[in-house]
């Protein structure tokens, strides 16, 4: 297992306990309503001045989307990037959430954990083994997050709800920055957020002002925004207002 890295643990105390210290800081976090400025749309000649912007504005979960080339088109990053961040965000009272759209995601979980992830998310629809997944990656002291594209039933995911600290419902289909949000998707976050009883649904794609509302009042508490937050002019003004729009912090 490697080692983890404690979010404002107190210097005096041992490994095991500044572990229990990080675990129980990062649930505080994902447990609450929160916005997560996705890195996918950030200037990369600039990544931790922008992420010490919109962090500066009260946002404390890092959002990093990693793609592969097979699960979706696009290749975007990996661990290099989510750890060049991390002690970043972490001496900041942040967490890392990492979204897997790769095939074999159960290969990887253990370089992003060691780069400093304190959620690891991937799609029910890149594994045969969903469940195995979820425990090896809270093995190894990480939230596990299940995903599903818009197209998948919501049963995809009814045989984890015990397995799973996050749900992640997308809003629209995975692979691009700026897409538009799908309509309907506050109904289907409305009825996940029934089957997942007390878990987390974050929702990832097209996420601003103006869909935030209505997707929080259908049951999301995590709301993950890239291209409204990096791409405007003012990306810690643009992240106040989606917060402000979707009741969160």
């Known amino acids: 297992m490697p080692e983890l890295r404690p979010l404002d643990a107190p210097p005096d105390l041992t490994l095991e306990a500044a572990t229990d210290t990080a675990s129980t800081g990062r649930r505080d976090l994902f447990a609450s309503k929160r916005v997560a400025p996705s890195i996918l749309s950030a200037d990369f000649s600039r990544l931790g001045a922008q992420v010490e912007e919109v962090m500066a504005a009260g946002a404390r979960i890092i959002h ?4 592969d080339g097979h699960f979706v088109p696009p ?6 990037v989510a750890g060049s961040i991390a002690d970043l ?3 900041a009272g942040g967490a890392i959430d990492v979204h897997l759209m790769i095939e074999r995601p159960e290969q990887h979980i253990e370089e992003f954990a060691k780069a400093g992830a304190d959620c690891i ?3 029910a629809e890149a594994t045969p083994h969903i469940n195995r997944t979820l425990n090896a990656v809270r093995e190894l002291g990480c939230l596990a997050g299940l995903a599903i594209n818009p197209g998948t039933p919501i049963a995809a995911v009814s045989e984890s709800v015990n397995d799973a600290d996050v749900f992640l419902c997308m809003t629209v289909n995975p692979g691009w920055g700026g897409q538009s949000f799908i309509a309907d998707s506050p109904d289907k976050v409305r009825r996940l957020h029934k089957v997942v ?12 002002p103006g869909t935030g509302g209505s997707v929080a009042a259908a049951g999301a508490s995590l709301f993950v925004a890239g291209s409204a937050v990096f791409g405007a002019a003012d990306p810690a003004a643009a992240y106040v207002a989606i917060a402000e729009a979707a009741g969160a912090a």
Not at 75 to 80: D, E, K, N, R
């Open 197 to 208: 009883g007390s878990a987390a649904v974050e929702v990832d794609g097209g996420i601003d």
């Open 89 to 91: 965000v972490h001496d």
């Open 75 to 80: 290749i975007t990053i990996g661990p290099l």
């Open 121 to 123: 998310t991937f799609h």
């Open 64 to 67: 990093v989307d990693v793609m």
